[in-house]
């Protein structure tokens, strides 16, 4: 599928099912000092999730531009970048698991029509006074049900700690700083078999490893609670979901392509490039892997 198609189909699903489109903001916060450039879709959003009412009403959905430094040692691989789309979807208070997973597996299922054998889940695993995410679980085995497959803890749904399924903009727990707000998160990865484990990532593959078998294509976060000055997390006065999809990586998947400079965006990039080098994309290692950072980077 094409990236513009893509984004229209996900807006127009969100659209049809009550929520307002709203505008990408400046890659540049606006009134934020908290970060250097828009890293998610959700950071224009905080003080609406933290209670404030949006203008636009209480489901909103968009495709944000983004820029994360944080992996920026990654790019040139075959599916790190910098800069990124994020598909958001919200509520501010309104719906919450149970209508947004079954929505994102039918978006990505009968709408994009990615195969539900290569989607796998993880949830939260639970820490301290929170306890593991079991509402998710259950929900992810009625979801695959619908598509006639057996869902079973520990081979299609996972659970992790809070390293790895507690999103907030600092991270887990005991890095946020007060009054910000996080929560458990549900991830969506995709499986590309005829991509090889490598085992320089460790002896067994997972959905959480980094050797590109199992890309993260989605992310749904259960906004529900505040860090507080004396450290503890208190429930927030709404529970919110804040919903964040690649848009470049999904695109890859509809195509079966594990490598996301693949995809039409790039295609005139990658041709520029080639005629300035004379080599062809993905012959040689090295100079596929400087195309992607310059793609990546001039993009960005
Ligand atoms: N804020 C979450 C993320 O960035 C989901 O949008 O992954």
């Known amino acids: 599928m094409k990236t513009s198609e893509l984004r229209n189909r996900y807006l127009e699903f969100f659209r049809s099912r009550g929520h307002t489109v709203i505008p990408s903001v400046s890659l540049i916060p606006d009134n934020d000092p908290t970060t250097l450039f828009t890293s998610s879709g959700m950071q224009p ?52 698991k149970r209508e947004q997973l079954p929505w994102v597996f039918e978006f990505l299922t009968k709408e994009v029509g990615l195969d539900p054998k290569r989607l796998y889940v993880s949830v939260f695993e639970g820490q301290g006074s929170i306890g593991k995410d079991n509402e998710s679980v259950e929900l992810w085995k009625e979801i ?114 594990a490598d996301v400079f693949k995809i039409d965006i790039f295609a005139p990039l990658v041709a520029r490039l080639e005629s300035a080098s004379g080599k062809k994309y993905g012959e040689d290692t090295e100079a596929t892997r400087c195309m992607r950072i310059i793609c990546d980077h001039g993009r960005a």
């Not at 691989?77 to 919200?90: A, K, S, V």
């Not at 078999?193 to 490893?209: I, L, R, T, Y």
Request: hydrophobic share 30%.
């Open 45 to 96: 959003l905080v003080p609406y999730l933290l209670g404030q009412v949006h203008p636009e009403g209480k489901r909103l959905v968009n495709s944000q531009k983004s820029f994360r430094a944080q992996d920026i040692e990654e790019v040139g691989d075959n599916r790190h970048t910098t800069f990124f789309e994020m598909l958001g979807n919200w509520s501010l208070g309104d719906y919450f």
């Open 144 to 257: 695959y049900k619908t598509v006639g497959m057996e869902a079973k803890e520990g081979e299609r749904i996972f659970a992790y700690p809070a390293r790895k399924n507690w999103w907030s903009r600092s991270g887990e727990p005991e890095k946020m700083p007060p009054g910000e707000p996080g929560g458990p998160d549900s991830e969506i990865f995709f499986e590309f078999p005829n991509v090889q484990h490598d085992p320089a990532f460790g002896e067994k593959c997972h959905v959480n490893c980094d050797c590109g078998r199992f890309v993260e294509i989605g992310n749904s976060v259960f906004m529900q609670y505040k860090k507080e000055a004396d450290g503890s997390l208190s429930e927030l006065s709404q529970k919110n979901v804040d919903f964040g999809g690649g848009l470049e990586r999904l695109v890859a998947a509809t195509l079966n392509e």
